[in-house]
């Protein structure tokens, strides 16, 4: 019985390696947000540059 006790107990080695793995993992989805959220904001300024155009076009030529 107390080889089974010792075979599953939570050393600070262990412990250690769990939170490594879990800042890992944490470090990689939070990365994934924020390359999402960077494209997200490219691509509304594209459209908004786009939508600038449009205006000024529409503008200069009421304007002639």
Request: glycine letters at 10%.
């Given at each position: 019985?107390g080889?089974?006790?010792?075979?599953?107990?939570?050393?600070?080695?262990?412990?250690?390696?769990?939170?490594?793995?879990?800042?890992?993992?944490?470090?990689?989805?939070?990365?994934?947000?924020?390359?999402?959220?960077?494209?997200?904001?490219?691509?509304?300024?594209?459209?908004?540059?786009?939508?600038?155009l449009?205006?000024?076009?529409?503008?200069?030529?009421?304007?002639?």
């Amino acid at each position: 019985m107390g080889n089974a006790i010792e075979k599953f107990a939570v050393t600070p080695e262990v412990l250690r390696r769990e939170l490594e793995a879990n800042n890992e993992a944490l470090t990689k989805v939070i990365f994934q947000r924020g390359d999402r959220l960077e494209s997200l904001v490219k691509l509304g300024m594209g459209w908004l540059f786009a939508f600038q155009l449009a205006v000024l076009g529409l503008v200069g030529t009421l304007a002639v």
